[in-house]
Each structure stands twice: as C-alpha cells, then as structure tokens.
C-alpha cells in the first residue's frame, strides 16, 4: 500500500461522501481511506460505514468526540501505506492526486514531506489558488526558515508515515493551525520537504469553517511559536524569525479587533489604529487599497471589505 487517506469526520453527513468519493475515483489500487469518525452525534458514521460495505479500500474508526487532532491521530495510527495524506471531509483530492503524486516522488526519492498546491473554493462557487505568486510557481523545497513567516505546504501533502511517527502526529492540545504546528515540528528535527506547483487538492472555504474564528486561530499560533522558539534544535536567526513571527500575531489580533469596532458603527480612532496595523496584512496591495478607503472614511471601509466578505462567504 502506497497511500492511505486520513479522513477525520465530525458531524459531515453533508459532505463526508464528496470527500471520500473524490479518493476512490483515482486509479491505481494502492491506496486506502480510512474514516476517523471523531463521535458524530449525525448520520456521519452511518454513512461512512455504509461506504465501506460498498468498496473494500474504505475502513472506518470511530471513538468518542477528542477533537480533529485526536482524530486525525486515530486515523493515522490505522494506516498502511507507505504515505498518509489529511483530507478534510469537506475537501476533496483533485482527479489526479495520486499519478501525480506517484510520479513525484519517484522523480524525487528521499523527501518526507511531498506538498502541493491546491485550490481554494468559495460558497459562491468561485475558486482561486491557494498558494499565489512567483514563490509558489516553480518546484522548491521548504526550510524551516521558510514557514515560520508563513504556512506553505497544503494540507492534502503526502507525509511519510515514519515521519508521523517519529514527530508524534498533531498537538491534541490545539483547536488551530494542528497541521501548520506538526509541518514546523517535523522541519525542526531533520525532515525534508519538496514542493510542486500542481494543484492537486480542493480546500473548501465556508462561512463557518474554525479558520473564520482569526483571534483563537492567531492565539493558538502564538503557542505554536512560543513552544518552537524554544526548542533545542533551532538556530539564532530561526528563534528571531519566531519572536517577529509572534509579534506579527498580535498585531493581527490588534486588526481583527478594529475591525469588529467599525463593524459594531466604533470609528473612534480608527485611521491612526490602521495604520498600526501594517503587519497584519500578507498583502501590501490588499493593505493600500484598504488605506485608501480609510483614509476617505472608516465606514467606506467596511462597506467595501464587509461586501467582499459576504461575497466569499455567499451570504
């Protein structure tokens, strides 16, 4: 077995057959999923069992709700292949996730982790790549010193198993960035990554998805890079990274909070806060227009990003 997809499952009736679907469609026959159902309270594992009655490759586990990390590590506990791939059962793999990747890694033995690009899909049914820019255009490998400024690796890579093993699997005391933490953990002992442009996954984006919730999701990587800042295996210029890193975390939280103020009608203050800000915004274009608007009114401001936002979200 090559491949074994990681699927863990709370409550995702609604989608859990989309996702598992998406992996049996592929060809080839070295590969398996396995549905970690993490104690869905829905018809979650009636389905997913009644997928596995209709094709062998499909194995389910279930255990008490313990959260996407508990479950992922259930899932990945399971697996036989020589390679584990995270599928959120949302998601999907794009139709040639597995060619592709097979032909990757053959190309180049010897990684750990064989990430890609994807794509990211929005309610309203328009899509973009999740990786944009001329960094992202061409085959590299990812350092450590690579990810701390930012996340680059797609979830739906393909993670050697020992590597999961060796490093311990997610963090099960985190409710955010669970797959950023465990990339930078297995870049800070010695595993290797290699990236190809391909867009090889589907990512959902909704409304309601943990990832909208950006002060926990900002708190939790300020743990996540606390506790790498000081790990052993780290060099001077990588503990400096963490600690902009971290602060370029609260700044992002400064942001979230003004503008949850000028969404409640509070302009108090609100250009000098802005412009306080800068750090909070991975796009210097997005920031500029956004200041444009700020400078000839708060409220335009939020007008505008507040419409995009409901566009995104098809709401």
């Known amino acids: 077995m090559r491949f ?66 508990a479950a992922r590590n259930r899932g990945f506990a399971a697996v036989t292949g020589e390679f584990g791939v995270l599928l959120d ?6 139709p040639n996730y597995f060619d592709a990747m097979r032909a990757f890694i053959d190309e180049r033995p010897g990684f750990d982790i064989y990430s890609t690009n994807g794509t990211r899909r929005f309610s309203d049914g328009t899509e973009e790549p999740w990786f944009s820019g001329s960094a992202y255009a061409t085959e ?27 490093v311990g699997g997610c963090r099960t005391d985190l409710r955010y960035a669970e797959d950023y933490d465990f990339w930078l953990r297995s870049l800070a002992v010695g595993a290797k990554n290699i990236y190809r442009p391909d867009r ?28 790498l800042r000081d790990r052993p295996e780290l060099s001077d210029t990588q503990r400096a990274l963490c600690t902009r890193k971290i602060a370029e975390l609260h700044t992002r939280i400064e942001r979230v909070e003004l503008e949850t103020r000028l969404q409640a009608g509070d302009t108090r203050g609100a250009r000098r806060a802005y412009l306080g800000v800068r750090s909070a915004y991975l796009s210097r274009p997005m ?11 708060p409220r335009l401001y939020v007008r505008a990003f507040s419409a995009r936002d409901a566009r995104r979200a098809g709401s």
């Open 200 to 227: 090889l996954g589907v990512a959902v984006s909704r409304a309601r998805s943990k990832s909208k919730n950006r002060i926990p999701h900002a708190q939790a990587q300020i743990r996540i890079f606390t506790d």
């Open 287 to 297: 920031y500029f227009a956004g200041l444009a608007l700020m400078l000839l009114s």
């Open 140 to 166: 590299t490998s990812w350092t450590l010193s690579d990810l701390i400024p930012a996340d680059r690796i797609f979830v739906m890579a393909a993670i050697r198993r020992m590597l999961w093993e060796r």
């Open 4 to 69: 074994s997809v990681v699927v863990a499952a709370f409550n995702a009736e609604d989608t859990l057959g989309g996702a598992v679907r998406s992996v049996l469609v592929q060809p080839g026959s070295d590969f398996e999923v396995i549905v970690s159902d993490d104690g869905s309270t829905d018809g979650t594992l009636a389905l997913a069992r009644q997928l596995a009655a209709e094709d062998a490759r499909v194995r389910v586990i279930t255990a008490p709700n313990g959260g996407c990390s």
């Open 89 to 94: 059962s949302d998601d999907e793999l794009a």
